[in-house]
């Protein structure tokens, strides 16, 4: 299993950004998939999932309105589109399945700043 994530950088507030994931080694299209975000010193957090065919997306509420989850089934890949970024979204980004496949990527560091 391999989730390599990328897309971070460095943004100012009210940038955006679109992180992307490719996944290997599992039936990526059978699995409801998610971002979590890590700040320093504490647990990953549920961003946002999105189940195995493209629907019953939710948001935590910090990024509803403002973040958009999407998946290609056909590249094995998971999106995830941050707008109206803020400084508290400030993070290391992490794709995993739903229910955690028992091990991270690398992640991708968000850092927004002016």
């Known amino acids: 299993v391999q989730l390599v994530e990328s897309g971070g950088g460095l943004v100012q507030p009210g940038g955006s950004l679109r992180l992307s994931c490719v996944a290997s080694?599992?039936?990526?299209?059978?699995?409801?998939m998610a971002w979590y975000r890590q700040y320093p010193g504490k647990e990953h957090e549920l961003v946002a999932s999105i189940y195995s065919r493209g629907d019953n997306i939710n948001y935590v509420d910090s990024v509803k309105g403002r973040f958009i989850i999407s998946r290609d089934n056909t590249k094995n890949t998971v999106y995830l589109e941050m707008n109206s970024l803020k400084p508290e979204d400030t993070a290391r980004y992490y794709c995993?399945?739903?229910?955690?496949?028992?091990?991270w990527g690398q992640g991708t560091q968000v850092t927004v700043s002016s």
């Open positions: 080694g599992f039936t990526f299209h059978t699995y409801a």
């Open positions: 995993n399945s739903l229910g955690g496949l028992g091990l």
